[in-house]
C-alpha cells in the first residue's frame, strides 16, 4: 500500500485476529471511524505509525485500511474508511454492513510505510490519506520535532478528523478546494529542505504532483502511501515465462494474461495475497535467481533495482525464467 523513494523495511504478520466493532462515528461527510476491539477484552498485536491492516470482509472481498489511533493503546484499533463513489465493494461494505457489535476477521497489521527519525516533517494529506498521517504527527510531536501538515480536501465538511487536528494550532493548514484552490505545493515544497522528510497520503493527481516538486530534495526525503496502484506504464510489454517454486519444487509457466500470483495459486503453492493492485505488500516474495519486472507501486527504485523482492499480483520476469522463494 505504500512506495518510498528510500528502502523501507516491510513488517509483516500473517496473525488474524477476530474483532468487534465498538463504536462507529462520522467524522465527515462520507467518512465514518470504526473502533476495533477483541470481544473478550484481550491486548491487540502492536503496531508504529503507517501501518495498515486487512479486513476480511467477505471469502472474496479483503480490502487495507490504515490505523489511525494511538499505538501505546494495545485495547483497540481505530480506521476510517471513506465511502468510494468508485467503490469496488469494500468501502460500500464497510459502510453498510458494519455497526458495533458486528465481528469480523483482521489480519495484520503491516507497515510499508514507517515514519523514520528526522528532526523536520513535512506532512502533506488528501481526503482520507490523512489517516495514516495522523498518528505520525502524534509521534513526531512528542519527540519534539518540528512539523507541519498541509491537508487538502474537496470542501472542509468532507475532511475527517479536523477536530483532533485543532489541537495543534497553526502547524496545520486545513485548505479545502472549494474555499482555496487547491494546495499551493510550490509554496509547500518548492524549497528543498535538507534536514527534513516530507510524508504524504492521498489520490494519485496529488501524489504525482508532491513527487514532481520533490524531485529536487535530497534523496530520500520523499515518503509516500498510495491507495491505489500508479498507471501501468504504456510501453509495458507482457510475454510468457516460467518460474520454479523453490520451496515448493514445482515449476509453472506464467502466461502473457495472467499473474505469476493466479498460476502458482493454481498449482497449490501457498501464496498469501490481498489488494490484487501491487500496493499493499501482502504477496511480497524472495527473488533467488532472475530478474523481476517491476510494477508495483510499493518497492522504492532502489529496492527495484536490488530485485531482491517482488510483488507476484502485478510483476513479471525480465527474461524467460524466475527462481522465487514460493
Known amino acids: ?179 482555496r484552490g487547491m494546495l499551493d505545493l510550490d509554496g509547500i515544497l518548492g524549497r528543498p529542505q535538507p534536514d527534513a522528510l516530507v510524508y504524504t497520503c492521498g489520490p494519485e493527481g496529488l501524489l504525482q504532483a508532491v513527487e514532481g516538486r520533490c524531485a529536487a530534495w535530497p534523496a530520500g526525503s520523499l515518503h509516500v502511501e498510495r491507495f491505489s496502484a500508479k498507471p501501468v506504464d504504456s510501453a509495458a510489454v507482457s510475454t510468457s515465462f516460467e518460474v520454479i517454486c523453490q520451496r515448493s519444487g514445482i515449476t509453472v509457466t506464467v502466461p502473457e494474461d495472467r499473474s505469476i500470483l493466479e498460476v502458482v495459486q493454481d498449482a497449490g503453492v501457498p501464496a498469501l495475497s490481498s489488494c490484487l493492485e501491487g500496493v499493499c505488500g501482502t504477496c511480497e516474495t524472495a527473488v533467488v535467481e532472475g530478474e523481476p519486472d517491476h510494477r508495483d507501486s510499493l518497492l522504492s527504485e532502489d529496492e527495484k533495482a536490488a530485485g531482491d523482492f517482488m510483488m507476484i499480483c502485478v510483476s513479471r520476469a525480465n527474461g524467460p525464467r524466475l527462481v522465487l522463494d514460493l
Open 1 to 179: 500500500m505504500t512506495a518510498s523513494s528510500t528502502a523501507i523495511t516491510t513488517v509483516y504478520t500473517e496473525h488474524v485476529s477476530e474483532l468487534e466493532v465498538v463504536s462507529r462515528t462520522d467524522v465527515a461527510d462520507g467518512v465514518i471511524s470504526l473502533l476495533l476491539a477483541a470481544p473478550d477484552g484481550g491486548e491487540l498485536p502492536a503496531w508504529t505509525p503507517g501501518a495498515h491492516v486487512d479486513l476480511l470482509l467477505t471469502p472474496e472481498l479483503t480490502r487495507q485500511y490504515s490505523l489511525c489511533g494511538s499505538p501505546s493503546d494495545r485495547s483497540s484499533w481505530r480506521i476510517g474508511v471513506l465511502l468510494d463513489p468508485a467503490s469496488r465493494g469494500g468501502s460500500r461494505h464497510v459502510h453498510e454492513a458494519l455497526a458495533p457489535r458486528s465481528r469480523l476477521s483482521v489480519r495484520g497489521p503491516r507497515n510499508n510505510f514507517p515514519l523514520v527519525g528526522a528532526p523536520t516533517y513535512v506532512f502533506v494529506a488528501g481526503g482520507i490519506g490523512i489517516t495514516p498521517l495522523l498518528p505520525m504527527i502524534a509521534e513526531a510531536d512528542a519527540a519534539g520535532a518540528q512539523w507541519t501538515l498541509s491537508y487538502g480536501g474537496r470542501t472542509r465538511a468532507s475532511m475527517g478528523f479536523l477536530d483532533e487536528l485543532a489541537a495543534y494550532g497553526d502547524r496545520v493548514v486545513v485548505w479545502p478546494e472549494d474555499e
